[in-house]
């Protein structure tokens, strides 16, 4: 028995509307994805080019694996260890998933969000949703349910308000389809974190190898022109560690006291920065692992 905002969710999905749904990395554009005509509404409210695949979002592994040609011991040992949680796995897909979705491609992005509104909506759901940053194609990603409105207000009929995400970035992507895991993306999950917890040794790709969900040169990318590494004269945006202090003159956009709470930050402050209108915004990244 479901109510309210969770049951409206539930019908404009199986009626092929594309909504927005919170997830812990960040808010997501989702429609069903067995549906073509509701995934090319995803690419047109976006305006992503159809050659840039989608991730799919399931509530458990058993629903993965009726969509996958192989859930291999080393997809299995990620998914037990990292599900539900920030992590995308690419695996082999079968005959049930639309080329769209994958942009022709046999290898599907799969993975189960840990955020509980938009697990208990999987759950009420005979389909996956496909879903990726509820965002204009290449602009900062969405940490919070107005971030989504005041994107697409007059696009899409409801966003599910789960709260602010909290992790605040992308998932990791691994490729599994080889013996050894390979790194597609760099996300919430790190090299080292697969190291400590599973003993697991993992490459990274080069750039362009393979197309994949965020891979572009230019990616979540705000107005402002963003410079990493160097601090901020007067009139220009800071987002650095608390410790860090502001130049005289300086906007500060953020001051995260640990590397967590600067992923949770990092868009929100992004978008500030474009909100004021600045046209320089400097980052010194957080120190430390992970």
């Known amino acids: ?98 080329d769209i979705v994958t942009a022709g491609s046999h290898l599907v992005a799969v993975r189960i969000p840990d955020h509980p509104l938009t697990l208990s909506l999987l759950r009420h759901l005979d389909f996956p949703l496909a879903a990726p940053s509820a965002n204009p194609f290449g602009t900062i990603s969405p940490t919070e349910a107005k971030h989504v409105t005041d994107y697409f207000n007059e696009k899409i009929p409801m966003v599910l308000d789960g709260g602010i995400c909290k992790n605040g970035i992308e998932s990791t992507i691994i490729d599994c389809t080889n013996n050894e895991p ?40 705000p107005k402002a022109k963003v410079v990493i590494g160097e601090s901020a004269k007067a009139g220009e945006g800071l987002i650095a560690s608390s410790v860090v202090e502001t130049p005289d003159g300086a906007i500060r956009l953020a001051a995260p006291k640990s590397i967590e709470e600067y992923a949770r930050t990092l868009y929100s ?16 990244p957080p120190q430390g692992e992970g």
Do not use: C
């Open 1 to 98: 028995m479901i109510g309210g905002a969770l049951e409206v969710a539930v019908k404009l999905l199986k009626d092929g509307q594309v909504i927005g749904i919170p997830t812990e990395t960040v808010y997501g554009l989702a429609a069903n994805a067995l549906n073509e005509k509701s995934v090319v509404s995803i690419f047109e409210i976006k305006n992503r080019p159809f050659f840039d695949p989608l991730i799919l979002h399931f509530s458990d592994i058993a629903s993965i694996q009726k969509y996958v040609l192989d859930f291999n011991s080393n997809a299995l040992k990620l998914a037990e260890a990292f599900w539900p949680g920030p992590l995308t796995l690419l695996l082999n897909k079968n005959e049930l998933v639309p």
């Open 182 to 221: 390979t790194i597609l993306r760099s996300g919430f999950i790190t090299k080292n974190h697969l190291a400590k917890k599973l003993n697991l040794t993992a490459k990274i790709i080069g750039e362009n190898q393979l197309q994949f969900s965020g891979n572009f040169k230019s990616h979540y990318s």
């Open 269 to 284: 402050a992004l978008r500030e920065g474009d909100k004021e209108g600045l046209g320089v915004i400097h980052i010194l």
